[in-house]
């Protein structure tokens, strides 16, 4: 399971959790390329921490399926295959989806959905002003708040586990991605859905944007050739 690391504490990180932070940006931010090497040392060295911390924050983001350790070589930033986009999206659509007929369910009042509705709009005005990194930050804010509202602990858990993945294809793909207009529109159904208390409409609407998501992905993967992802 991943870890649940609180980025606004009440006291301060530990070097562990420090350590796991600055590496998954790193990782995000291509700075530690999908198949390249490194040793504990050398990232140790880095980050100016000891070595334990660099262990304990790299068996967390293995866990999360983001590199691989390797006994005596250090760790192996792993690369992401269309396949693994596949399956990874299959598992969220089923988690999102549950999060939405949940959702829907619970009867939520307006003033109760307002952090999705939050992430609608920021989508919308990115868009207007073609700013696709604003976009990418807001629609993160909208999957993990539907899934909170969902209320299954387990699935949240599963849910932040497997959509680091997502991000880190997100991150190479989103400047030869079409302008995701569709994609707000589909937001904005399903916010809809769940105000209205319609569960079966929250989770189809849901399930379609999530399919197209896959294929458009999938296919951007395979066209450009990014399987170091």
């Known amino acids: 399971m991943s870890p649940k690391v609180d980025t606004h504490p009440t006291k301060p990180l530990s070097n562990s959790q420090r350590a796991f932070l600055s590496l998954r940006d790193m990782i995000f931010a291509g700075e530690l390329a999908p198949g390249s090497d490194h040793l504990e040392s050398e990232l140790a060295k880095q980050l100016g921490v000891s070595r334990t911390p660099i262990r304990e924050a790299a068996l967390m983001l293995e866990s999360q399926g983001l590199l691989e350790l390797r006994p005596r070589k250090g760790v192996r930033i792993l690369p992401v295959s269309p396949d693994d986009m596949a399956e990874i999206y299959d598992v969220l659509t089923e988690l999102e989806c549950l999060a939405a007929r949940n959702a829907a369910d619970k009867g939520f009042s307006e003033p109760d959905l307002h952090l999705l509705a939050k992430a609608i709009e920021d989508m919308e005005v990115a868009v207007d002003q073609n700013n696709l990194e604003e976009w990418a930050e807001a629609d993160d804010r909208f999957h993990h708040t539907l899934v909170s509202l969902g209320g299954n602990s387990r699935a949240s858990a599963m849910f932040d586990m497997m959509n680091d993945q997502v991000r880190r294809a997100r991150t190479v793909t989103l400047f030869i991605r079409p302008l995701p207009i569709k994609s707000n529109e589909d937001h904005r159904q399903v916010y809809e859905a769940i105000k209205l208390g319609d569960a079966s409409t929250a989770d189809a609407v849901h399930r379609a944007h999530r399919q197209n998501a ?12 990014l399987r170091g992802v």
């Open 214 to 225: 896959k294929n458009m992905m999938l296919d951007l993967l395979q066209k450009h050739r």
